[in-house]
């Protein structure tokens, strides 16, 4: 069951409202489920509305720390695409970036505009050996709620994560939501999932 050499760094970011917690508590989960130590930081950053968030997590045969040191992250999973720019310092070289195409202008700091950059997508291809850009907000809204765009990231990221099938990732949501949801979460799963292994070599583990 226990097939990882070394821990999985999983390091996720997006913005108050994005649902980051939420995907990390079902990669911890999924991860507990399948035997692994799992380790989950605290939060950094903002968690309101439109405040940068952060998250990370950490599982394996044995886990010490759930921090992630500096360029280390095996996987970088961001729900907007600045917050995948501003943190791309924490992936290993031969990491893998996912981040889903949604912008989201920064909020106003001491009445001054921050402007958003030109090309965020192009400055992350050229700093990282490996992205995937999902519309997860687009494939969200066309299941019905936009803020499902978050289990399509989880989807993607399952398949850079062949240690947990994909059996286990279903069981995993259907018990971390209401059965009223559950329906939707799981469609909004396998949609990211789908596009994540119709990607070029994204089926490769990091």
């Not at 059996?167 to 396998?190: M, Q």
């Amino acid at each position: 069951m226990n097939d990882l050499e070394r821990p999985r760094n999983v390091f996720l970011t997006g913005v108050g409202g994005h649902g980051v917690l939420a995907v990390s508590r079902v990669i911890a989960e999924a991860a507990l489920a399948r035997g692994f130590d799992v380790r989950r930081s605290e939060v950094h950053g903002m968690s309101q509305r439109g405040g940068s968030v952060v998250s990370q997590v950490r599982y394996g045969p044995r886990v010490h720390s759930p921090l992630i040191a500096r360029g280390a992250a095996d996987s970088l999973v961001s729900l907007e695409l600045l917050e995948a720019l501003r943190h791309l310092h924490a992936l290993r070289r031969d990491g893998v970036l996912l981040a889903n195409e949604q912008r989201i202008t920064p909020a106003p700091i001491g009445g001054l505009t921050v402007a958003y950059p030109d090309d965020p997508r192009g400055v992350c291809e050229q700093r990282v050996g490996r992205a995937i850009f999902l519309p997860a907000l687009d494939i969200a809204r066309e299941l019905g709620e936009e803020k499902a765009a978050n289990m399509v990231m989880l989807g993607a990221y399952s398949v850079l994560a062949p240690e947990i099938p994909e059996a286990t990732w279903l069981e995993t949501i259907a018990t971390a939501f209401r059965p009223r949801f559950r329906e939707l979460n799981v469609a909004a799963f396998g949609a990211g999932r789908e596009v994540a292994l119709r990607s070029a070599g994204a089926g490769a583990a990091p």
